[in-house]
């Protein structure tokens, strides 16, 4: 086989629970990985009704742009509930906020009832804003602060918006060991759950990649012996900019200083705020040694050299 990216290790849900290390056995070695990175979807937009509304300011320019274009932009949209006084009592927002139209009030046919678009602030301090008893309703402004007037009561349209599906996570070109390739060779269907790490030329470990349950297998193209496995991830995947990083680390701890510039915005960004390995001593996975163990990557009998793929 060629120089395997991937190292496939053993799950157990109650030795992750009590943070116990080392427990993992080796399962295989795989050449490469497809369906793994995917950058997590754009965050929910909703729908919300703003009922019984007196618009003003951009918001009420906004509503007769939406009249005309049947939708305008706006902006961050913050309500503030009120206490029966008409004080304030917190703040919540809507982001990339879009009128999208309106209608008059069936309470007072001096108001208005507007239709919104856009998504839910991860700053918000809850996930849908109340009035207390007595409330007038809600104060509404914008980012900065401008008024934009008030409404009586809020309300969110749900829809049933399908989830995406994603597709399954295949390992191409592994090598199955130890109790995996007992399961396949015994003809099991149920594979287990499984973890998924990134690693190096020598074995060292780069960064874990996924975690889910084993589902199925076909013989692999690359080579004789070798299998694809597919593996359904509970784990948010790697972010599309993990490749580019990942490929930096193949031979090992980059040499030179600050290579990751090289990266693309989303690169750098990946590598300031992932935890990185730092010391030359970590275990690493050897093809040569036992399928249950690792060794540690100083050992003088498992020099990185001796591993297969760096021979080929």
């Known amino acids: 086989m060629g120089a395997p990216k991937y190292v496939l290790l053993s799950y157990d849900e109650e030795a992750e629970f009590t943070g116990e290390h080392g427990y993992e056995q080796t399962w295989a070695l795989c050449e490469d990985a497809a369906d793994l990175f995917a950058d997590p979807p754009p965050p929910a937009r909703g729908t919300y009704e703003l009922l019984g509304c007196a618009p003003e300011g951009d918001l009420r320019t906004a509503l007769a742009r ?10 961050l949209l913050t309500l503030e509930p009120l206490d029966k006084a008409g004080g304030g009592d917190g703040e919540w927002w809507l982001e990339d906020v879009r009128v999208v139209c309106d209608r008059p ?15 839910q602030s991860d700053d918000n301090p809850y996930d849908y ?9 809600y104060r509404i402004s914008g980012g900065d602060g401008e008024p934009w007037g008030g409404c009586r009561d809020l309300a969110h349209v749900q829809e049933n918006r399908p989830e995406p599906l994603e597709p399954p996570l295949r390992l191409l070109g592994c090598s199955p060991r130890g109790a995996l390739r007992a399961a396949l ?22 960064q874990p990649a996924a975690e889910g349950e084993l589902r199925a297998w076909i013989p692999s193209a690359r080579g004789p012996g070798l299998v694809d496995l597919t593996l359904d991830p509970w784990s948010e995947r790697p972010p599309l900019a993990a490749r580019e990083v990942w490929d930096l680390w193949g031979e090992g701890r980059p040499a030179e200083p600050g290579r990751w510039a090289g990266c693309d915005a989303d690169g750098r960004r990946f590598c300031s705020t992932r935890p990185w390995r730092t010391t030359p ?28 793929w760096a021979r080929r």
């Open 105 to 119: 009030c069936a309470r007072d046919l001096s108001l208005r009832d507007v239709t919104v678009e856009g998504r």
């Open 66 to 75: 939406a009249r005309t274009d049947r939708s305008a932009p706006l902006g």
């Open 281 to 308: 001593t970590e275990p690493r996975i050897d093809p040569v040694a036992s399928p249950t163990t690792s060794t540690a990557a100083t050992s003088p009998t498992h020099p990185a050299s001796s591993a297969p």
């Open 185 to 206: 060779d015994g003809g099991e269907e149920d594979l287990g759950h499984a973890k998924v790490v990134r690693i190096d030329s020598s074995g060292r470990p780069v």
């Open 129 to 137: 804003p109340q009035c207390p008893p007595l409330s007038p309703g």
